[in-house]
């Protein structure tokens, strides 16, 4: 069986055990505060332009997620975000469980617009009573989204512009950030995400490494004991170093861009071999998670062969479902599904 | 510099990377629901006499105590632990971000007692009116402690006995179990743990391991939707086979037991030194830390060729400080602090 | 200017100040446990044929909604309520505050139906892999509704099943409820109530006294400890028997369904009066809330006179408002309002 | 049966339930924002000279506790306070549950003293590595203590200078100020009280009203958004002005000092006897509450006619007792007392 399940279904890239193994006879000081950390941070600010950004090394998404939000948020305090967005349906209420509430707003492709956000800010704004209803004090929106989608340059400045004049916090979960930057019709680099947020993720679990998630904090007033609430929050690695290892491995030579780049480009190979052969998209998706709609024979013939996600039913013979590529992905593996595809659908 | 500072400073014992590189072809399903944690979970129940056991990997220390802990108790329910116990006094409060109050014993030598316990429980279940109190509800110790004590069989029978009868959960966190095991003076097994209490956990991260801890749930009632808990608190591993590998190399052929028997045997190699040479234990430990009182010529002097951790102040001109030994720690790296103990301080 | 804005603009209905002033020189114990909260406590029991209820009287209307649901809910549990539900859009996140993830489903008329949270419990019992989502666990309505709007039997007796099927609580917030029993199409009792949830409130801010909530609750696993909540929660008065004296007023010769009822003839006048002077209401409510579409110029003489609520913008002429009658309206200011409305709208 | 046993054993001054009465046909706006709430806004300062003072009015002790500290401290943060501080042994770990770790220190007549608090903040300032500690940001002190005790106006300097230096809150619960600003020994003023903390409670419940605490914040950051915490935390009452009423009336012409100095002068009368009739204080208090000594035999007598706290055991034969005088207090009570106290024990 072959998997396009998902884009953490391997271990690590080969440099990143290689590292790990090298260093192994080495001794560290522990919590984040060492020689790899350090090295890591300044690896991913050369991609940057920001120099005052304080860069964290967290051990998984989720926890990213609820920490950064724990500590930026007040009690009262509320985060917008797509009714699709991985806070509000996979994270086990994980932010909610912080005390925060999510204002989800709806979504078809896993996106939100300024001008959504600007009308739940507005709300807030012109009550003449605000203390029966939460502040909407942060924006979460996922680049590339749960649905493969991105934000153009030009959409992430109409939503920086709407966060600076509400005064929201602009978080993007960068969980899958390399096969965002990756994808042809992108026209946003990490300069951009660093200039236009006030903090975001950059995903190793996605991405090539073991585990592990950057954490960038650009608004310095968000920099402050952030160390005190990874800890609080479990988010702090004892033997910190092993993030540190990993992330200035995937840096320091663009390694992280060159395989999740692979990713799109198979994953691209297998769009247009889905599109050739009459099997429409779910959502138009330009990166490495491709949502096509199957008919029922199609879907059981592929299941024999490949592993790969549910999504939901359309109707009562057709189901979407989530074709993945990753740093792991084979091009042969990629081959036998086009083949499939061509030949046998 | 020689590390005697923690017993996580370096990365991994060889058989782990092994072990992580050999299966980094393979691909799995995430989360721990694959082959090596169900064969990590099978190798530490060997050990355990309870089957109905059920085992988690989680990632680190803080993160399971304080998902243990809000996994067990209602709102209104506290725990009660030594007034040094990791919860109260290095996890930043991440036991009372959950919610709960932690009700510290006084304890001098990082244990509490039976009697200790009884009679807090006792305070509460004599209350006429409950409600303005907390409901002591578990009993948090470690083992070995934080002072690398570890308590006798009869010592942990008797405080399972009053939890019993209190109905307390009793919670054994094991961040250091493999060293309080390989105690001469110990006599505990994993089966003596397994059966006196309701929860514990077993270290990773200072025992071998790269990162990591298994949780090990015995009370039928506490494992009921665990896993929901372990993912809303960020501490469900996406590459869950990660830690089911580790887990496995340590405990499938006793690897676990045999590295830290050696960790303590350095221990107490350097304990014999210390007091040949007539510097005295702060605290008398059978394990892998060990706390000695230095003047501050002495401090100075082993300062220049070690690392190790300043403890307290005791007087003008002495202070407490911890050596530590592990799983990492070469006979060489010994042998030179012992010939510095009797020759040069 | 006549107050027509919220049923909670007077202080309380005279009866129950001559009994707070005739009993002002008795002493009792404190924190509910006192004659009066017994005598309260038995009164409402007479209405109910539910003589395990356990009756608290909590403090207001929020304080109620948070402290139930927290009692109520494990971390990972989710509660179910209209998008429009009190606890959804007027509690400052008070439900989120204490960890609760709110799912809210798209309402037009404040009210839920069995088929949508059928909908909801489905999809998490059949997921596989159930700990990436919360899991719903009890159902929030209002009875009446935040609109006026009220449940039938039939409807109650459905959500019911649905919840027993799904292990769902259910929770009716009654701070209008005897606004809601007194509708002319009101088929349900308290009886019916006690009988098809397993916990509600009975509102006095709202419906005749100075303040205070009673929760009865019919679920005997809900019942426990729930003194425990309510002081962690705030929700416990220290002079308990103010609330006791209260409701023990309100209830012991019916009193509490005398006034509200007569504020709900207030209503129909009122609404008949919107009616056949073409003015169109914005939902059609039996219950002491109005919420009519007034023009422009309507709304700016009506706000000479009277206060009354902006509910919303309907077009670039017309807006939607609430006119709400209450346990202290007077005739006359009802005949006022229907004079105006006949004659000068 | 006579009350002793608190100070909160009876409704409130005539003067309050008259002017309930006398306004009771009167409307008003909800939640605080009224006509009385600003009035007793005024009076309260006309004792303060502090004019940027913002005054609230919150509905009981516990929630006033819970709510200022929730809305003070971010999650890391710890809050200072004696082991028997209210906040730590009777109010269900309500901190706690807010996310907040309690540092308790030891105390033996209910005082804390600005040396121990120094010392914890100093630990913390001197942590090289401060993330794995919560971080102290507030004082907790009541006046008069739980044990009747009060801060000098020195020892209150003292402690305002060191939270001043260490960063640290003031937090001056007042649940029984009158009590205390009334004793003999007192050398503090309200003005004194305003000037050295950030915010303080004076509390209603015990002196006079018949439930309600006002809320002064003197520093201005903790002013923000207060209304948002107080409607989160259920602490909003929907009839605001019931409280401003109350609070108007105990302040407009100085009853709220009247009442509670006639109540200390009865605790001195009761207070005399017990000492000539030489039964010893357990503790020293120049306030209401008074704690006494009694041998088995005289608890048993008194028992028979008075109601009173057990506080606890001392030896086999004797129990120390709290007997508190209040507002309500009668003098043929306190005679009735020194009666039994000089002839019959």
Chains 1, 2, 3, 4 share one sequence.
């Not at 320091?252 to 297998?270: N, P, R, S, W």
């Amino acid at each position: 069986m072959i998997r396009f399940n998902n884009d953490y279904n391997h271990g690590a890239h080969p440099a990143i055990l290689e590292a790990l193994t090298k260093t192994n006879n080495e001794s560290y000081g522990g919590y984040g505060l060492d020689f790899w950390c350090e090295k890591a941070s300044n690896e991913i600010k050369k991609y940057l332009d920001c120099p005052q950004a304080a860069i964290h090394f967290l051990l998984g998404g989720t926890q990213v997620n609820y920490t950064v939000i724990a500590a930026a948020l007040r009690p009262f305090h509320s985060v917008i975000c797509a009714d699709t967005g991985h806070i509000n349906v996979h994270e086990t209420g994980a932010v909610e469980n912080t005390g925060h509430k999510i204002q989800a707003l709806p979504s078809t492709d896993g996106k939100i617009t300024a001008a959504q956000i600007k009308e739940e800010a507005q709300l807030y704004a012109s009550c003449e009573i605000k203390e029966h209803f939460t502040k909407p004090k942060m924006v979460y929106v996922s680049f590339p989204t749960e649905y493969g989608t991105i934000y153009s340059k030009q959409e992430l400045e109409e939503i920086h512009k709407v966060c600076q004049e509400y005064g929201l916090y602009l978080f993007i979960d960068g969980a899958r950030m390399g096969y965002g930057l990756a994808a042809t019709a992108n026209d946003i680099s990490l300069k951009d995400v660093a200039r236009l947020c006030d903090v975001f993720s950059i995903g190793g679990t996605k991405c090539g490494a073991l585990f592990g998630e950057a954490v960038v904090i650009t608004n310095p007033y968000l920099q402050e004991d952030f160390r005190s609430y990874m800890k609080q929050n479990g988010a702090m690695l004892a033997k910190g170093w092993l993030l540190g290892i990993q992330f200035a491995t995937l840096f320091q030579d663009g390694l992280y861009f060159q395989i999740t780049q692979k990713a799109v480009e198979y994953a691209m190979q297998m769009k247009q071999a889905f599109y050739e052969n009459g099997i429409p998209s779910y959502i138009d998706s330009p990166t490495n998670q491709q949502f096509v709609i199957l008919s029922t024979k199609q879907y059981e013939y592929l299941s024999n062969k490949y592993i790969f996600e549910f999504d939901r039913k359309i109707d009562e013979d057709h189901v979407s479902v989530r074709f993945c590529t990753s740093w792991s992905t084979k091009p042969e593996e990629v081959d036998a599904l086009i083949n499939d595809i061509k030949n046998n659908l």
